[in-house]
């Protein structure tokens, strides 16, 4: 069944957000619920800047400041991205639409379009030029770095009136600490699916992250999901571990699978602790190539878990064997415990230890006699 409004209606929310709109930039305050929060933000940052909804676009303030380039942030940006670009461009493009990069500063760095111009609207929307809500009021690629989330901006919900026809979507951009470094938009006159672009441009967003990290050099590249078929796609996990198995970067899905952050890098975070519900056999395989492995995770989920690529110039991290007596009676203790628990099961007792049969056995050896 469909959600969308009968046409009468959609064009009677039009005219009243368009009345609600001119109030608005009079100094009236906004009906509740009108817009989305994130988009009455927006009115309020253009309408403070001095804008009001019949003002043109200032243009002249948009003008290209140079190589957009330059920065070796933005060359980056753009080699993570342009893959991602040409798939949505390819799907979602047309003659009055196009797809585009922004950096935090919101400066165009890469961009698909026609270049026949029939679409005056779009013209301005060029590589090199600042999107800012000071110069064109509401657009969805400054609400997606300002709110660091999915931005759909539809007809009369920009704040100036010349862009009562235009659609635009935008998804946030993140870095190898979870902060912004820029926005995925696609923006254009006529009709899109907001559902189905969103799935897709998300999808896009998470695989240019995941390109970012994988580039990193020097780091064992780790991958959890919790469903293996996840392997070659977007939403699969990734942490980035330095040679002392500390974490230099993970993604949003693995940050959000482990419980981390949503931005920024714990000094001195290790692998370990990472992954502390896991059994300590487990644990020393995370780094070591070989088959994969389902460990258990903090809120009680567990994930399958594998190492994609050692890091060039590097081995595999490796736990020292246990020498210390200490550490032996440690172990001795653990054998006993599970042995214990598992009724003297040895086939069970072995497969909660990690460790075949024989090697239970020789430990098993080293058991004070009952």
């Known amino acids: 069944m469909s959600t969308e409004a009968p046409r009468p209606q959609l064009q009677l929310q039009l005219q009243q957000l368009d009345d609600a709109r001119m109030r608005f930039a009079e100094g009236d305050t906004l009906p509740e619920h009108l817009l989305p929060g994130s988009l009455a933000r927006s009115w309020e940052r253009s309408r403070t800047a001095g804008l009001k909804p019949w003002s043109s676009p200032n243009y002249e303030a948009l003008q290209p400041p140079g190589n957009p380039r330059a920065h070796p942030n933005d060359r980056q940006l753009v080699q993570c991205v342009r893959a991602e670009m040409e798939q949505l461009w390819t799907a979602f493009g047309g003659p009055q639409w196009t797809v585009f990069c922004v950096n935090p500063d919101r400066v165009i760095v890469h961009q698909y379009r026609n270049q026949d111009g029939r679409c005056g609207l779009l013209q301005p929307i060029q590589v090199g030029r600042r999107i800012q809500e000071s110069d064109i009021g509401t657009t969805a690629p400054s609400c997606a770095l300002a709110e660091g989330r999915p931005i759909v901006v539809h007809g009369s919900q920009h704040y100036l009136s010349e862009f009562d026809t235009v659609f635009c979507l935008s998804v946030p951009l993140h870095g190898l600490e979870g902060e912004l470094i820029g926005a995925l938009d696609i ?161 069970a007792t072995a497969r909660e230890l990690g460790i075949s049969r024989t090697t239970l056995y020789k430990k098993m050896r080293g058991l004070p006699v009952q």
């Open 187 to 347: 923006t254009g006159v006529g009709e899109r699916n907001p559902g189905l672009l969103l799935a897709h441009f998300r999808q896009a967003a998470l695989a240019a992250e995941n390109r970012l990290i994988s580039g990193l050099q020097h780091c064992h590249l780790l991958r959890l999901r919790h469903d293996p078929r996840w392997a070659e796609s977007p939403m699969q996990g990734l942490l980035a571990i330095n040679a002392e198995g500390q974490l230099r970067a993970a993604n949003r899905i693995a940050r959000r699978m482990l419980g981390l952050p949503a931005s920024g890098i714990e000094p001195g975070l290790h692998i370990d602790e990472m992954f502390a519900e896991a059994r300590v056999v487990q644990r020393r395989r995370l780094l070591k190539p070989g088959t994969g492995q389902y460990v258990p995770l903090r809120d009680g989920t567990t994930a399958f878990v594998d190492l994609l690529r050692v890091a060039q110039g590097t081995r595999p991290l490796c736990w020292p064997a246990p020498k210390h007596p200490a550490l032996r009676e440690q172990t001795l203790q653990a054998v006993a415990k599970a042995l214990h628990a598992n009724n003297g099961n040895i086939s």
